[in-house]
């Protein structure tokens, strides 16, 4: 049987969405009184996985689901061994570099050097400043990384911004953009290239109705 992992937060209601458009309806998860992690869809025909966004690669990668749906914010920054498949279009958002509004700073290259830079993103963030020449201490936070420029622990953070909401109402600007992030298909490799279950067919109709919404 397929399974397919999905993530939990921002990008489920889409996944749901898009796999409904092929066949293979997971919308059990998006009931309040579910408490249920692991679902058949309604044919039974597959079953979803209902994980943390940073975990669908590590299935993916292991073995346990076949295909997934993560953001390309994770794939960036944890570098799995899965094969990318499909850009899916939604859940835009960006990873960016972000200093209070009041400070001087309005280039990554403006930041003292051996500065810090609060993130979760500590590959993504660390890989940016290399890529620059500027060294920095990237410190990890998996909070609200908003506070290290706020309370004076870093200069910058590096974080992921949708609205920029959050950043307005906490007094930062965003002074630069490491990448834009989608929603992405990703599968196991070797399922993907023995085409387990009717791989294959699955992607397609996903491809193509990606393809229809665009």
Request: hydrophobic letters at 40%; proline letters at 5%.
């Amino acid at each position: 049987m397929l399974t397919v992992a999905l993530p939990k937060g921002e990008l489920l209601k889409n996944s749901i969405r898009l796999l409904q458009a092929v066949g293979l309806d997971f919308s059990a998860f998006l009931d309040s009184g579910t408490r249920q992690l692991q679902i058949p869809d309604t044919k039974g025909l597959a079953k979803g996985l209902l994980v943390r966004a940073q975990d669908v690669p590590v299935y993916v990668e292991y073995g346990q689901a076949q295909l997934g749906v993560v953001g390309y914010d994770v794939l960036r920054e944890k570098q799995p061994q899965v094969a990318h498949l499909v850009d899916l279009q939604f859940g835009h958002c960006r990873m960016s570099v972000a200093v209070k509004a009041s400070s001087s700073y309005r280039s990554p290259l403006d930041l003292p050097p051996h500065g810090r830079v609060a993130s979760k993103y500590v590959n993504c963030a660390r890989e940016y400043f290399h890529s620059l020449d500027l060294p920095v201490e990237i410190v990890p936070l998996y909070g609200s990384v908003e506070l290290g420029p706020i309370t004076g622990m870093s200069e910058a953070i590096v974080d992921l911004v949708s609205t920029g909401r959050t950043l307005r109402e906490n007094g930062l600007i965003e002074i630069a953009t490491l990448y834009e992030s989608t929603a992405r298909l990703i599968a196991h490799p070797l399922s993907y290239r023995l085409n387990t279950g009717n791989l294959s067919d699955v992607i397609a109709k996903l491809r193509e109705a990606v393809l229809v919404k665009v």
